[in-house]
């Protein structure tokens, strides 16, 4: 199956997939709009999850984390006012670039991603249990987490004040910081696939692109304290923190190691996430 057949098989999947949760949503309605929106969540993902195992590719759950903050905004909104405006804006802005990136990486239905390929050899006969638990039903409650401060601004009434423009802002730095890091990578691997990518923001970060997707998210949270505080919302983009910085990066930086020649001297000398440069002279910690 090429690619764009492949494309359009996994769009009927999510379009199916999308209906039949607007559905489920307007069926159950409990009242808690949150709780409704979390079953729905998890519901979906597990459609997918039997897509994936029907054609044996776990890849046909990337798309997810781009495309249901911009199906779920909607369970949140009921009007249309400024605060709900500037929260739709950023997310479809973010949501649509990212998804138009998957689209220009994915390969086809026949080829899944390497992590995937990873995780199903080392798990053997646990992999439906991995592959349901870790690859698909995680990340969704991470992102359900990381958007949940969302739904908090949504309904506290509040204004639009300094501190939600702000958040808006660094948001909408983070969706260009990424749009940007990913250009410069497509562009390094077209040309320079074997070597090390040491241009443009990657000079001064290993992971320019993820920098950017947490700090997106960390953006949509500043919106969320301008509209009402309450510091427990803080746990969604310190789960994204620690499912890029504990997981993603080390798998990401093992394979970077055993592939490309000089990354460990690159590591020494580039920062993980911040792409800002190392000092030139570090300072000397030692007693003179």
Known sequence: MNKKKSLLVITGI????????????????????????LVVSVFATTIIFMFSAVFKNASIYDPYWSVAPMVLIFAFVDSI?????????????????LTLNWVKTFTNLHHQDWRYDYYRSKSK????????????????????????PVYQGIISNGQVNAIVYFGFFIAFSAVFIQAVSDAQMHKH?????????????????????????????????????????????IIGPILMVFL?????????????????????????????????????????????
């Open 81 to 97: 006012n400024l605060v709900n405006l500037l929260f739709i804006t950023v997310i479809y802005v973010w949501g649509i670039r």
């Open 125 to 148: 006969k646990l992999w439906p249990v991995v592959n349901y638990f870790g690859i698909h039903l995680m990340p969704t409650c991470v992102v359900f987490a990381a958007i949940t």
């Open 14 to 37: 999510y379009g199916f997939t999308i209906l039949v949760s607007i559905l489920l949503f307007r069926f159950i309605n409990t009242g808690y709009v949150i709780f409704d929106a």
């Open 189 to 233: 691997r077209f040309s320079h696939k074997k070597m090390v990518n040491q241009t443009g923001l990657w000079k001064y970060s290993r992971h320019p692109n993820y920098f950017g997707e947490i700090l997106f998210w960390f953006g949509l949270f500043t919106m969320s304290v301008g509209l009402t505080f309450d510091i427990r919302w």
């Open 244 to 288: 890029f910085v504990a997981i993603s990066i080390p798998l990401m930086e093992r394979r970077q190691l055993n592939r490309r020649d000089g990354y460990a001297e690159y590591q020494k000398q580039t920062r993980m996430l911040l792409p800002v440069p190392k000092p030139i002279f570090p300072k000397n910690r030692e007693a003179s």
